[in-house]
């Protein structure tokens, strides 16, 4: 009762029934349908006319706008790593370069040292033969001199024993067997 009064409350209050409105869908005769079929084929030709068409033009053109985009952006693509690679071989020539300008400095590097040890060795040798060549120049000149200081010692000591004088000649001679005789010792 109450789910009744509760509905009679709510269809009171409407301008038409639920009649009416069954009527206003389902129309009762053949005019109101055709006229009502009419408006609908105009509705739709409107909606296709004015917008269907645009809307489907507009869909078509951003299409086309995207498809010569992905083609732009695949072309774009193969140029970037037609760049890459040839950027890739240019990058490993100069890195073989570089290695073999290292290379090639180590071993500059390398004969300037044995250069440089050479010619150390070989100045070293020069002062070597020179230091030697002045220490046996010293030694003669100090032989030279210890010789000289033993043919005055023996001349002083032949004047003595012979208590002579003793000529030139023979103080020559006296001299240059002494001085064989201490080469020979």
Same mark, same amino acid.
């Given at each position: 009762?109450?789910?009744?009064l509760f509905n009679n409350a709510f269809l009171t209050d409407v301008p038409f029934g639920p009649e009416d409105f069954r009527n206003k869908i389902f129309p009762s005769g053949i ?8 408006? &609908?084929?105009? #509705?739709?030709? $409107? =909606? ?15 299409? !086309?706008?995207?498809?010569?985009? =992905?083609?732009? @952006?695949? $072309?774009? %693509? %193969? ?16 890195? &073989?370069? @570089?290695?073999? *300008?290292? %290379? ?7 004969? *300037?040292?044995?250069? *440089?040890?050479? !010619?150390?060795? +070989?100045?070293?040798? %020069? !002062?070597? @033969?020179?230091? +030697?060549?002045? =220490? ?6 100090? &032989?030279?001199? #210890?010789?000289?200081? $033993? ?5 002083? @000591? ?16 006296? #001299? ?10």
């Amino acid at each position: 009762m109450r789910t009744q009064l509760f509905n009679n409350a709510f269809l009171t209050d409407v301008p038409f029934g639920p009649e009416d409105f069954r009527n206003k869908i389902f129309p009762s005769g053949i005019w109101p349908f055709v006229v009502q079929f009419a408006v &609908l084929i105009v #509705i739709i030709l $409107i =909606i296709v006319y004015l917008f269907y068409k645009p809307i489907k033009k507009m869909l078509n053109t951003r299409a !086309e706008h995207v498809r010569e985009n =992905i083609q732009a @952006a695949e $072309i774009s %693509k %193969k140029e970037m790593e037609e760049k890459l690679s040839a950027a890739e071989k240019e990058v490993e020539s100069e890195r &073989l370069k @570089a290695q073999a *300008m290292i %290379k090639e400095t180590i071993e500059s590097s390398e004969k *300037m040292r044995q250069q *440089m040890l050479t !010619e150390a060795k +070989l100045e070293v040798e %020069k !002062e070597r @033969a020179r230091a +030697l060549s002045e =220490i046996e120049l010293a030694k003669t000149e100090a &032989l030279d001199e #210890i010789h000289q200081e $033993i043919v005055e010692v023996a001349l002083d @000591a032949s004047k003595k024993v012979l208590e002579r004088e003793v000529s030139e000649k023979d103080n020559r001679r006296i #001299i240059e067997d002494f001085i064989k005789e201490v080469k020979e010792e």
